[in-house]
């Protein structure tokens, strides 16, 4: 398990420098309307940066993730907002719920990340869905990677012992991979976080969804219905 998914209170302190939450749930919010979606399954939930919100605005959320350190933080603060969720630490490329969902979400260019073996986490998804249920899936776009350099992340964070965070993050590129090289400090004390990552095109996670039996599909282009040449993100909606 990658080292940061072990420091969820770290983690938790700069994901706002990294992505728009309240853009991404506003989104999500509005797909779910239109499909008259109640229950919603989080995979891979992370410290419940979707379900928490989600759950706030009325839909019943689990969040189930591979990482006790994320679920414990994402219980804490479920608790702290005063939010009926359910947290449970379970892995992906396994479970299997009688409980059948309205809809699913994987956010955050998780679904390609290992050790998530995407296939059989897409399989366990369309069991755990009701007919038209609805899996939405949230990546960084092919395109839009720098492909063939190195990009560097650099994070930072003050903690409430009055120490600092820092994340910086090495990303090379393949044509079909990310390797994520980590370097995180806290105050003097380095771990190193090694992450790979599978990069597969639009259309090659409609095709993966379709062979799961997904039928039908909506695609979103940095978080619009309008589709433009080069998105950052690609958010796709498959409906079972
Ligand atoms: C990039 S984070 C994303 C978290 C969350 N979806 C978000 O958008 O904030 C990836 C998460 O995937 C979880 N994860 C990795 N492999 C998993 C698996 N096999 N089953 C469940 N969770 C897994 C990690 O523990 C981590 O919390």
Same mark, same amino acid.
């Given at each position: ?9 770290? #983690?938790?302190?700069? =994901?706002?420098?990294?992505?728009? %939450? ?48 994320? =679920? $414990? ?13 359910? +947290? ?11 409980? $059948? +969902? ?10 390609? @990340?290992?050790?998530?073996? #995407? ?6 998804? +369309? ?9 939405? =899936? ?9 492909? @063939?350099?190195? @990009? ?11 120490? %600092?965070?820092?994340? %910086? ?27 790979? %990552? ?21 695609? #979103?282009?940095?978080?619009? @219905? ?15």
């Amino acid at each position: 398990m990658q080292v940061l998914y072990q420091l969820s209170d770290y #983690y938790k302190k700069i =994901i706002n420098d990294l992505v728009d %939450t309240n853009l991404e749930v506003n989104v999500l919010d509005s797909i779910f309307k239109k499909h008259k979606v109640k229950s919603v399954l989080d995979v891979a939930c992370g410290v419940g940066r979707h379900s928490i919100p989600l759950a706030k605005l009325g839909y019943q959320v689990t969040g189930i993730d591979l990482s006790p350190y994320q =679920i $414990k933080k994402a219980k804490e603060d479920a608790k702290k907002e005063k939010v009926k969720t359910s +947290f449970v630490i379970q892995d992906a490329n396994s479970f299997y719920y009688n409980k $059948k +969902f309205d809809a699913a979400i994987c956010m955050w260019t998780t679904l390609g @990340e290992e050790p998530m073996q #995407y296939k059989k986490v897409i399989r366990n998804v +369309f069991h755990a869905l009701k007919n038209h249920g609805i899996f939405i =899936i949230d990546n960084r776009s092919w395109e839009h990677i720098p492909k @063939e350099r190195e @990009e560097i992340i650099k994070t930072s964070a003050k903690l409430d012992s009055g120490g %600092t965070f820092r994340g %910086t993050l090495y990303d090379r590129y393949t044509e079909n991979f990310r390797i994520r090289d980590g370097i995180i400090n806290i105050d003097g004390k380095k771990y190193r976080d090694l992450c790979v %990552t599978h990069l597969l095109k639009e259309a090659d996670w409609i095709r993966e969804l379709k062979e799961a039996g997904f039928k039908r599909f909506k695609v #979103y282009h940095d978080y619009k @219905e309008k589709r433009v040449k080069k998105p950052a993100r690609v958010l796709i909606a498959g409906i079972k």
